[in-house]
């Protein structure tokens, strides 16, 4: 049995064929249209992907803090007594998130959690020699530590260790201080009760990313910074890393109703970053308004002309029996062939485009600036968008044919 | 009336008016109460000078126009409320057209041009219907040039492609609206010789309007038109015999 595709489609695909000329250029500016939009889409998740990698990189995408310690309020005012009280805010020491060890199991259970690292912070000197240098020491457990930065990966010489007596250091510590790993360096902390310090062994020499932080790093073992910093059995801060970045808002809300301390996204210590992300994703997304804009225009207006060159076909398919929707599909069927049609071709040039500028545009070192991909989860949404555009633009040309007077349009 | 008269009934026409520009100054009526019928097995010439109205009535007919008042049966039912759909799927399933301009999709082959009807009442055409089509084409004299466009045809080959579209649904009434007028006199000859051998194969009906007196007197019955009005509804004195 010989099978025929449907009326509107086989109709629709003669008229695209035999308008050649126009029927190409349409197809030409859908696709430019289509590979601006996939290829600045693809540039800027690049972007935002890449500098979010380097921020969060370095950083927990939650820390939990031991609340601040507030000035207890007097007694209450009696109802309609003046109050008139200056409080000073009070010195925040250094404190340790109560009860975090049994805290660290009930956070990794959280499905959205991927790691939970204890964390003793303060400041300190790193003394050698003549030398000293203000540093933040950190103790941490190297094994969660590394689960939540990626510690091991940004070691630039020697091997990641911490064993008691160790410790990493940033690398531009390391070349003020002058030390290479093996080498050893006193830290010192001190507070009103007088100065601690310890002598350690730089095991491996690290770069976060940021030159500020490679030159004030020191991380030792927890132990050891629970003595420097006189926080005995404490963890001042726990650091979270999550599986999608994205809902760490949402976890430290939900988290800052259920426990009492201080819970931070990486978003509310980041605001300046977020709302730069923020500003380049709705220039993107005007960007894509526009542009898809425009193909809507130029699809239409080429349909608009195809169903005035075409009103006699039009009248001689109504006589023939087409009726005003079969007339009206056609049409629409036109928009969104030229919409797929455009989408492909736009999507190939798309990925020309970005082939061309990872290979091309390079940064001082010689490496690709950052590396921009067209996920298909992406290509296929903007095809969708584009064909869905397409049939849109067809619309009103497609009422139009629909609503010729075929008597009319036969005289034509 | 009878029952016979009433299945042989194909047209009937009652105080039908048509007026241009309803409601305006410029509101003109080219039809001015036409009262028609047309049985089944018809062979009909509508003629008339130009701007009596003959189109206008051929393409109310054709449910392509509405009247502005009157009643339409069409094969017994009246056709006054339908609206744009139904008419459509009347006209599909009653009515072929041939055009003075031929009229084919430059687009689609002969024998495409001659399918595409059962296209678009079936979204598909069936090995039957491409069997029925191709048949056609060859009752027209056309076997070679199933493959051929339109623009590879000549007027009357082209004309003769109209014709079997306009028979490939097995329409009972065919309007053929001056389908020899852009002709040469040969090809002319041939293409009404044509219409007549399939009104006397088929029993399909026809309404031709035409403008030759010598086409015209090949026919069963004249239907004269002038001014909006008919002036004259006669049977031809002689019958025709021109295959």
């Given at each position: 049995?010989?099978?025929?595709?449907?009326?509107?489609?086989?109709?629709?695909?003669?008229?695209?064929?035999?308008?050649?000329?126009?029927?190409?250029?349409?197809?030409?500016?859908?696709?430019?249209?289509?590979?601006?939009?996939?290829?600045?889409?693809?540039?800027?998740?690049?972007?935002?992907?890449?500098?979010?990698?380097?921020?969060?990189?370095?950083?927990?995408?939650?820390?939990?803090?031991?609340?601040?310690?507030?000035?207890?309020?007097?007694?209450?005012?009696?109802?309609?007594?003046?109050?008139?009280?200056?409080?000073?805010?009070?010195?925040?020491?250094?404190?340790?998130?109560?009860?975090?060890?049994?805290?660290?199991?009930?956070?990794?259970?959280?499905?959205?959690?991927?790691?939970?690292?204890?964390?003793?912070?303060?400041?300190?000197?790193?003394?050698?020699?003549?030398?000293?240098?203000?540093?933040?020491?950190?103790?941490?457990?190297?094994?969660?530590?590394?689960?939540?930065?990626?510690?091991?990966?940004?070691?630039?010489?020697?091997?990641?260790?911490?064993?008691?007596?160790?410790?990493?250091?940033?690398?531009?510590?390391?070349?003020?201080?002058?030390?290479?790993?093996?080498?050893?360096?006193?830290?010192?902390?001190?507070?009103?009760?007088?100065?601690?310090?310890?002598?350690?062994?730089?095991?491996?020499?690290?770069?976060l990313?940021?030159?500020?932080?490679?030159?004030?790093?020191?991380?030792?073992?927890?132990?050891?910074?629970?003595?420097?910093?006189?926080?005995?059995?404490?963890?001042?801060?726990?650091?979270?890393?999550?599986?999608?970045?994205?809902?760490?808002?949402?976890?430290?809300?939900?988290?800052?109703?259920?426990?009492p301390?201080?819970?931070?996204?990486?978003?509310?210590?980041?605001?300046?970053?977020?709302?730069?992300?923020?500003?380049?994703?709705?220039?993107?997304?005007?960007?894509?308004?526009?542009?898809?804009?425009?193909?809507?225009?130029?699809?239409?207006?080429?349909?608009?002309?195809?169903?005035?060159?075409?009103?006699?076909?039009?009248g001689?398919l109504?006589?023939?029996?087409?009726?005003?929707?079969?007339?009206?599909?056609?049409?629409?069927?036109?928009?969104?062939?030229?919409?797929?049609?455009?989408?492909?071709?736009?999507?190939?040039?798309?990925?020309?485009?970005?082939?061309?500028?990872?290979?091309?545009?390079?940064?001082?070192?010689?490496?690709?600036?950052?590396?921009?991909?067209?996920?298909?989860?992406?290509?296929?949404?903007?095809?969708?968008?584009?064909?869905?555009?397409?049939?849109?633009?067809?619309?009103?040309?497609?009422?139009?044919?629909?609503?010729?007077?075929?008597?009319?349009?036969?005289?034509? | 009336?009878?029952?016979?008269?009433?299945?042989?009934?194909?047209?009937?026409l009652?105080?039908?008016?048509?007026?241009?520009?309803?409601?305006?100054?410029?509101?003109?009526?080219?039809?001015?109460g036409?009262?028609?019928?047309?049985?089944?097995?018809?062979?009909?010439?509508?003629?008339?000078?130009?701007?009596?109205?003959?189109?206008?009535?051929?393409?109310?007919?054709?449910l392509?126009?509405?009247?502005?008042?009157?009643?339409?049966?069409?094969?017994?039912?009246?056709?006054?409320?339908?609206?744009?759909?139904?008419?459509?799927?009347?006209?599909?399933?009653?009515?072929?057209?041939?055009?003075?301009?031929?009229?084919?999709?430059?687009?689609?082959?002969?024998?495409?041009?001659?399918?595409?009807?059962?296209l678009?009442?079936?979204?598909?055409?069936?090995?039957?219907?491409?069997?029925?089509?191709?048949?056609?084409?060859?009752?027209?004299?056309?076997?070679q040039?199933?493959?051929?466009?339109?623009?590879?045809?000549s007027?009357?080959?082209?004309?003769?492609?109209?014709?079997?579209?306009?028979?490939?649904?097995?329409?009972?009434?065919?309007?053929?609206?001056?389908?020899?007028?852009?002709?040469?006199?040969?090809?002319?000859?041939?293409?009404?010789?044509?219409?007549?051998?399939?009104?006397?194969?088929?029993?399909?009906?026809?309404?031709?309007?035409?403008?030759?007196?010598?086409?015209?007197?090949?026919?069963?019955?004249?239907v004269?038109?002038?001014?909006?009005?008919?002036?004259r509804?006669?049977?031809m004195?002689?019958?025709?015999?021109?295959?």
């Amino acid at each position: 049995m010989l099978i025929w595709p449907g009326f509107e489609l086989r109709v629709a695909l003669r008229f695209l064929r035999e308008g050649r000329m126009q029927t190409l250029l349409i197809i030409v500016g859908v696709a430019a249209g289509v590979a601006v939009i996939a290829y600045i889409s693809a540039l800027i998740n690049g972007l935002q992907s890449n500098t979010l990698a380097k921020t969060l990189g370095a950083q927990a995408h939650i820390t939990l803090r031991a609340p601040d310690d507030l000035v207890t309020p007097a007694a209450p005012a009696m109802p309609g007594s003046a109050v008139l009280t200056e409080t000073q805010p009070r010195a925040q020491r250094l404190r340790s998130v109560a009860n975090w060890q049994a805290l660290v199991p009930l956070l990794e259970r959280l499905p959205e959690v991927a790691g939970v690292s204890p964390m003793v912070s303060g400041s300190g000197l790193a003394l050698r020699g003549e030398a000293s240098q203000a540093i933040a020491l950190m103790g941490v457990d190297l094994d969660r530590y590394d689960r939540v930065v990626g510690l091991r990966s940004k070691v630039v010489s020697g091997s990641a260790r911490l064993s008691p007596g160790e410790a990493i250091v940033g690398r531009e510590l390391a070349k003020d201080l002058g030390v290479r790993v093996g080498d050893r360096l006193t830290v010192q902390t001190g507070s009103a009760n007088g100065t601690v310090s310890d002598s350690v062994r730089v095991t491996a020499l690290v770069d976060l990313g940021v030159k500020d932080l490679n030159r004030r790093t020191v991380i030792v073992p927890l132990r050891a910074a629970q003595s420097l910093l006189a926080l005995p059995g404490g963890a001042s801060q726990l650091d979270l890393t999550l599986k999608d970045v994205w809902v760490a808002q949402t976890l430290a809300r939900a988290l800052q109703t259920q426990f009492p301390y201080k819970i931070e996204s990486w978003q509310e210590s980041n605001a300046q970053l977020v709302s730069a992300l923020n500003a380049q994703s709705i220039s993107t997304s005007i960007i894509r308004g526009v542009v898809l804009a425009v193909v809507v225009l130029g699809i239409a207006s080429v349909l608009v002309v195809s169903v005035v060159q075409k009103s006699r076909e039009i009248g001689i398919l109504r006589a023939m029996g087409a009726t005003r929707g079969q007339v009206l599909r056609v049409f629409l069927v036109q928009g969104a062939v030229v919409g797929a049609l455009g989408s492909v071709l736009g999507l190939l040039l798309a990925v020309a485009l970005i082939w061309v500028f990872t290979h091309f545009v390079r940064g001082s070192d010689g490496l690709p600036l950052f590396s921009i991909t067209l996920p298909p989860a992406m290509a296929l949404q903007v095809a969708l968008i584009a064909s869905v555009c397409g049939v849109l633009a067809a619309v009103a040309p497609a009422r139009r044919a629909a609503a010729l007077d075929p008597a009319q349009a036969i005289r034509m | 009336m009878s029952a016979a008269d009433v299945t042989a009934e194909l047209i009937a026409l009652d105080a039908v008016r048509k007026s241009y520009n309803l409601g305006r100054p410029s509101e003109a009526e080219v039809l001015h109460g036409i009262r028609l019928q047309v049985r089944r097995g018809e062979f009909i010439a509508l003629m008339g000078p130009s701007g009596s109205g003959k189109s206008t009535l051929l393409n109310i007919l054709g449910l392509l126009e509405r009247m502005t008042s009157g009643s339409y049966r069409l094969g017994g039912e009246g056709v006054e409320g339908l609206d744009d759909a139904a008419l459509t799927l009347r006209r599909r399933r009653t009515l072929g057209f041939v055009f003075q301009f031929h009229h084919l999709l430059p687009a689609f082959s002969a024998l495409e041009n001659v399918t595409l009807p059962a296209l678009m009442a079936e979204g598909r055409v069936s090995t039957a219907q491409h069997e029925h089509a191709r048949s056609l084409l060859d009752a027209v004299g056309l076997a070679q040039a199933m493959d051929k466009r339109p623009g590879e045809l000549s007027g009357g080959m082209q004309q003769r492609v109209a014709i079997a579209r306009a028979l490939v649904m097995n329409p009972p009434l065919v309007l053929a609206d001056e389908p020899t007028g852009n002709l040469d006199t040969a090809s002319s000859a041939e293409v009404f010789a044509l219409l007549r051998r399939i009104h006397t194969e088929r029993g399909t009906s026809f309404v031709v309007v035409t403008h030759d007196p010598r086409l015209a007197a090949r026919c069963d019955r004249l239907v004269e038109l002038i001014d909006g009005r008919i002036a004259r509804d006669e049977p031809m004195p002689a019958p025709a015999d021109f295959q």
